[in-house]
């Protein structure tokens, strides 16, 4: 009997087996798999509520379950024009049959190549915050067995920024259950290799273990302790979610105790030691698409801690690195060291309503640590509080032995102590102290009133040294709206400019959108008195406007750096002027007009002088003194116009008067006045060309030509033609000496060069004979 029912079961096992087996091969070849793709299509199209394509798609069957494979799988975006949403190469889900008998849908594994997510974060706007839909259970239950992903990618996109989670390979085992009430219990392991995360930290695996417990009714996620590591840092931790939906949600992340190395989070920067902490709890709330930190309990300490990175030769090592959180306050030590450099912070940080904070710091810094061409030794003592929008720093900074490229000398010393807010810049004090320069400043700028008021007080500024000869020049490109209101006083006790000393200077420079005026202007130069004003407009073409004025200045201190003709010259004289120009074009579009005069002196040395001492004979032309001079003149469209020239002197027994012009060409004429008994005093040479009972003679001179090669002539005299003639003769003369002296001069110079040349040839020769002779 018990035989007999053994047999029996057999039979309708093996017929069951047998029906199973027809079915399968049934389904298999009724089944059309591009029916199933489209159908698939159509359904998620609708559920989802965007276009879903799915490509060719293959289906097998087997006694324990199903396999689907399909080519390509493209989730369009919300709109037209967004990037789709999931794109993923192929595809394969694996089914178990037998759960199916029971209501249940059992997933064994689902593998997955090259896909791409995109998400775009968008603002709810106000009002408009999206609705809940009512939570509909689902028809069946669900299992989950692993996951697999090879090359794939999740893109965030927003406004500001993209941000890409590039990963080469997941593999995961993840244990699943989903209650048709849509309460999911979950258990997942599993790594991924070849990680980005940002630019800063690539190729990282990342592997983890969780279980947690999700409930749809009550918009809740928890996550039991689980574990996430990142290379070699590992943290576990637990999470709990509340009020889960599109415009918000609640979070609290709970760390335990533990300790972390900080060798898994480096990229960039090289990070070594680890990282204590002491309990932590943190709380999030995310509204829309932001999130914010609402609370912070307990301890972090990362003392010990060394960072390397290129900015710096040597690792920066963290003496002291503690936070101690307490709700919405964030207590911070910091103290560390790079090399010789060292500095120390402590504050805090206060979270909410909004972020706050109140830090103070110190240190040390050894600039050449930092860059090659810098050196010197910086102390600073910072003073910070205010928000991130809205700062106030408190700055003291010293910089001893500074030398970098472009100073000719090291700074010996310079300070500065300046306070920012986001209303003003106070420049409490700052100095300089070094062989060109030294001077202090002080004073408050307007940033949102583009306004400021400056005072510079300085003992030296040597402008050779800090703009040597070639470097410069040109003009500044001023926009008028960048240009800041306000005033700049400068106080100099000496300012020196290519190779000119500018002494007790004193200049007012103001600004408003219309220009840059210098006011006030005070000096002194060559020992006179240097005054005046200018101006700059922001307006192109830009337009310089001024009016100086040098009053009672010395030839002889003038003489002592410049050579006026050769000579050298005693007295005081005065010059002033006045006009304008184009900052771009000065030469041609230059208008100003001004006068030099002298009220007396004396003239040494003057090669033109000596020449005229020797064609006369009138030795004491060589050096003479003078009773007064004076030239007025005006310069436009490239001209130099000479209205009054005036000269007297009783030691040259003559005087003129005239005018003059020139640019490449030269209009000159002149109207001497000559004192005849004081020449033939002078210059008994000349009596046999001036008549005897003659005392005083007047020439009309016109010099004409180029300035390359001038043309004198004597165009008239008072004595009709007489001393005209003779006088014209010993020009002539004079002119075909200088020509005949000029030959001469040329000749031996040619004779010297051929000389030298003929010698060198005769060095070369010697040498080549040496070197073949080696």
Known sequence: MKRK????VCVIAGAVLLLCAGSFFYLKAMVNP????????ARASRELGRKVEIGSASLGIGFTGISVKVDSVLVAGEREGDPPLARVKKAKLNLRILPLLW????????????????????????GKGSVKKPKEELPFALEMGGLKVKNGSLTLLSAESETTLALAEINMSVSA???KKTEVRVRTRGKAKALVLAPGLVNKS???????FYDQRGDSLSLGESSVSLDKMGVRFLLAARGLSADSSSYTLILPAQSLEAGGLSGEAELRGNIKVDSLRVELVRKDTSVKLTGAWGRIDASGLSVKTEMAPEPVRFQTLRAALAGDRVNLVVAASSGRTKGSVEGTVILNPRIRYFLSGQGELWLEDFAPDVSGRTSFVLNASGTPEAPAVKASVSVKGLRTKGLPDKIDLAELDAIYTPDSIRINRVSVFSSFLALGASGTAYPAKKEGYFFVRAQRIDLDALLPRGRGGGTADFTPDLIPKGRLDIFADWLGIRGEEIRDLELSVRSDETGLYGEGLRALLYGGTLSGSASISHARPQVVRLDIALSGFDFSEFCKKHDPLGARLSGRASFEVSGSFQADDPLSTMNLEGRVWSSGGRVQGSALMKNLADFTGIASLGSYAYKGAEASFLVKDGWVNLRRLTFSSEDAGLGFSGRASFKKDLDLDLSLDVNLTKVKTLAPNLSRLIIP????????????GTMDSPDLRITSADVGGQIEERMGQELEKGKEKAREEMEKAKKKAQEELEKQKKKAQQELEKKK???FKR
């Open 206 to 212: 990342l592997s983890w273990d969780a279980s947690g």
């Open 769 to 771: 004979k040496e070197w």
């Open 693 to 704: 009972n003659m005392q005083e003679a007047s020439f009309y001179l016109h010099v004409g």
């Open 5 to 8: 029912w053994v047999i029996t």
């Open 103 to 126: 209501g249940q849908v059992s997933v064994g594994g689902i593998e997955l190549d090259d896909p791409e997510i995109t998400l775009i974060a968008e603002k709810t706007k106000p």
């Open 177 to 179: 259950s989903v209650s």
């Open 34 to 41: 591009l029916s199933v793709a489209r159908m698939a299509s």
